[in-house]
């Protein structure tokens, strides 16, 4: 059973590009989470998603930054107009269905790096 | 809202030493989970050790183990037996019972093992 998959692990772009990210999560699991990761900082959470629905994105940006999970394929965050500031390791997370904890799985992480 | 604070940004011990990485957090809930994250410098973020706060005994896994007092809102983490492979950045983070299953993260602990 693979692990949670994110692609690419490194990603550079200009400002005013748009950036993409990817991630597969573990078969089975239908919960994702995406956070940032800023240099010699914590993560942060950004948004929450299940099939086809956004749960929670109170810590996505309000401007440029969206994400989907779409019934099939990978779950998507998108940056629209990179700047520098949006720098930074983006990791996804899943988990499986159901409303009790159950352990959240991390991906590698992208690496995004805006020049 | 939630919070974590790590206070140490650096620790650096000998191999074969014991090493006790500080936490502290805030939050109104009564039920809710504490985890310690090891991220080495491949960056992936390995949960080291959870704790769930309704329970008094505090959680180990083999050489890791935790001071979980509730009442102090204070949860470290020992290392026993330390070795190499131990270097990462440590990170406590927070986790309401119900819910989003999102965490919230303290901004780390930079730990290294000398030979």
């Known amino acids: 059973n693979a692990g949670v998959m994110q692609n690419p692990r490194h990603l550079v772009r200009r400002r005013g590009q748009e950036a993409r990210l990817r991630c597969s999560p573990m078969?089975?699991?239908?919960?994702v989470y995406w956070y940032r990761q800023l240099p010699e900082e914590g993560l942060k959470f950004m948004v929450y998603?299940?099939?086809?629905?956004?749960?929670?994105e109170s810590g996505m940006p309000k401007e440029r930054f969206s994400a989907e999970f779409p019934k099939e394929g990978p779950s998507i965050l998108r940056i629209q107009q990179v700047v520098r500031g949006d720098s930074a390791a983006y990791f996804c997370?899943?988990?499986?269905?159901?409303?009790?904890?159950?352990?959240?799985?991390f991906g590698q992480g992208t690496r995004l790096t805006v020049v | 809202a939630q919070t974590v604070t790590q206070s140490q940004p650096e620790m650096s011990v000998q191999e074969a030493e014991t090493v006790t990485l500080s936490c502290t957090y805030d939050?109104?809930?009564?039920?809710?989970?504490l985890f310690w994250y090891k991220q080495p410098p491949s960056r992936q973020m390995i949960l080291v050790i959870r704790?769930?706060?309704?329970?008094?005994q505090n959680a180990t896994e083999n050489r890791f183990s935790v001071n979980f007092q509730k009442a102090a809102k204070s949860f470290s983490l020992k290392i026993s037996d330390s070795q190499l492979g131990d270097t990462a950045m440590y990170f406590c983070?927070?986790?309401?019972?119900?819910?989003?299953?999102?965490?919230?993260f303290g901004q780390g602990t930079r730990l290294t093992i000398n030979p």
């Open positions: 997370a899943s988990s499986p269905p159901g409303n009790r904890y159950t352990e959240a799985f």
């Open positions: 078969k089975g699991h239908s919960h």
């Open positions: 998603l299940q099939k086809e629905n956004i749960i929670d």
């Open positions: 939050t109104s809930e009564s039920n809710y989970y």
């Open positions: 704790q769930e706060a309704y329970k008094q």
């Open positions: 983070a927070f986790m309401k019972d119900q819910g989003a299953q999102k965490l919230v």
